[in-house]
């Protein structure tokens, strides 16, 4: 007699197959997979092509605080931006750019370990730079939590790190997908507002509002822009990305479909919201070239003050 399969049986299997195929999705996206912890780093640390690289919040804290051992120095302002520009934190040239690059001993086969002290806001600037111009980024990592972390269990030093030969690496003109000058904010969002794009502000809300001036002339922010601070996908005490659901729940306003221009005040945070958005599967991000620095400088450009994307002048 044939043993055939009980009814109940059935429908149970079925529901946990469902189950599983549901929470599939997020275990696997529980973690960006560029982001490495400190066990991680220890084990590859000695690994021939791998250079780590750190952006400290205050760059001589490299040798007074101390730095993962043989961590190249990077310094945020005059190593990631435009030292002749106005503002300097406008993008490197691709020339300039490789030219650090080859002088930290990067090679086009070299694999990248970024850390910092800044919940990973100054890495993210650093790495969305490689990503500009075209760098294998399968090859970067970033230690999710930074000095932090690796000081749990870790020791720094302080000596300066034995200098690397002269790298090789060859970098592509800029993506002209990834970032956007001001004449294009003010184009598609202040002047013609077209529905296809969003602009993001991912500074705090006390800047985005003009409580607080910082770093410009004018308060508030680009009229027609959400704001959503990119540090608030991070936790303040272990400097460590929050995970998916909060980062997802951080973004719920701001719709996928759509292009995003993004923008802060010196080029960190948005980088940080560019990877957070590029990991939650947003696929057109462009980082405005120079942001608020720019805008917030520029007297004859328009502003809005308040909590609101825009006030009775642009609400019309």
Same mark, same amino acid.
């Given at each position: 007699?044939?043993?055939?399969p009980q ?9 946990l ?29 000695d ?11 205050h ?15 990077v310094?945020?302002?005059k190593d ?18 490789q ?18 002290d800044?919940r ?12 500009l ?21 870790? =020791? ?7 200098? #690397? *030969? !002269?790298?090789?690496? @060859?970098? %592509? ?5 990834r970032f ?13 507002? =077209? ?7 991912? #500074? *705090? !809300?006390e800047?985005? @509002?003009? %409580? ?30 929050k ?18 221009y ?11 919201a ?34 609101e ?8």
């Open positions: 007699m044939t043993n055939r009814p109940v049986r059935v429908r149970l299997g079925v529901l197959l469902i189950a599983v195929a549901l929470l599939l999705p997020g275990v696997l996206s529980a973690a960006p997979a560029f982001l490495v912890d400190a066990q991680w780093l220890s084990d590859h640390i690994a021939m092509n791998l250079i780590v690289l750190e952006v400290r919040y760059p001589h804290r490299y040798f007074t605080v101390g730095h993962i051992p043989g961590a190249v120095q310094q945020r302002f990631l931006g435009d030292n002749d520009g106005r503002p300097i934190m406008r993008f490197p040239s691709r020339e300039a750019f030219r650090t690059l080859r002088g930290w001993g990067v090679n086009d086969d070299s694999t990248l370990v970024l850390y910092d800044s990973t806001a100054l890495a993210a600037r650093l790495y969305y730079l490689l990503d111009y075209g760098f294998d980024m399968s090859r970067v990592k970033i230690l999710n939590g930074g000095t932090t972390e690796w000081s749990a269990f870790n =020791d720094l030093e302080k000596a300066p790190a034995k200098p #690397r *030969p !002269a790298g090789t690496v @060859t970098l %592509k003109d800029a993506n002209p997908d956007v000058e001001w004449t294009a904010v003010y184009d598609d969002v202040v002047s013609r507002r =077209d529905p296809n794009v969003v602009l993001l502000d991912a #500074r *705090p !809300a800047m985005y @509002t003009g %409580k607080v001036i910082r770093h410009s002339i004018m308060g508030g922010h680009i009229p027609g822009a959400l704001n959503v601070s990119s540090l608030d996908g991070t936790d303040g005490q272990s400097e460590q990305w995970d998916d659901a909060s980062l997802a729940a951080l973004y719920q306003a701001v719709p996928k479909e759509k292009r995003l993004v923008y802060c005040h010196d080029g960190f945070r948005m980088g940080l560019y990877l957070q958005l590029k990991h939650l599967g947003y696929r057109d991000v462009r980082l405005y070239n120079g942001g608020w620095s720019h805008w917030g400088n520029e007297l004859t450009l328009p502003t809005v003050e308040g909590a994307p825009y006030d009775e002048a642009y609400a019309l």
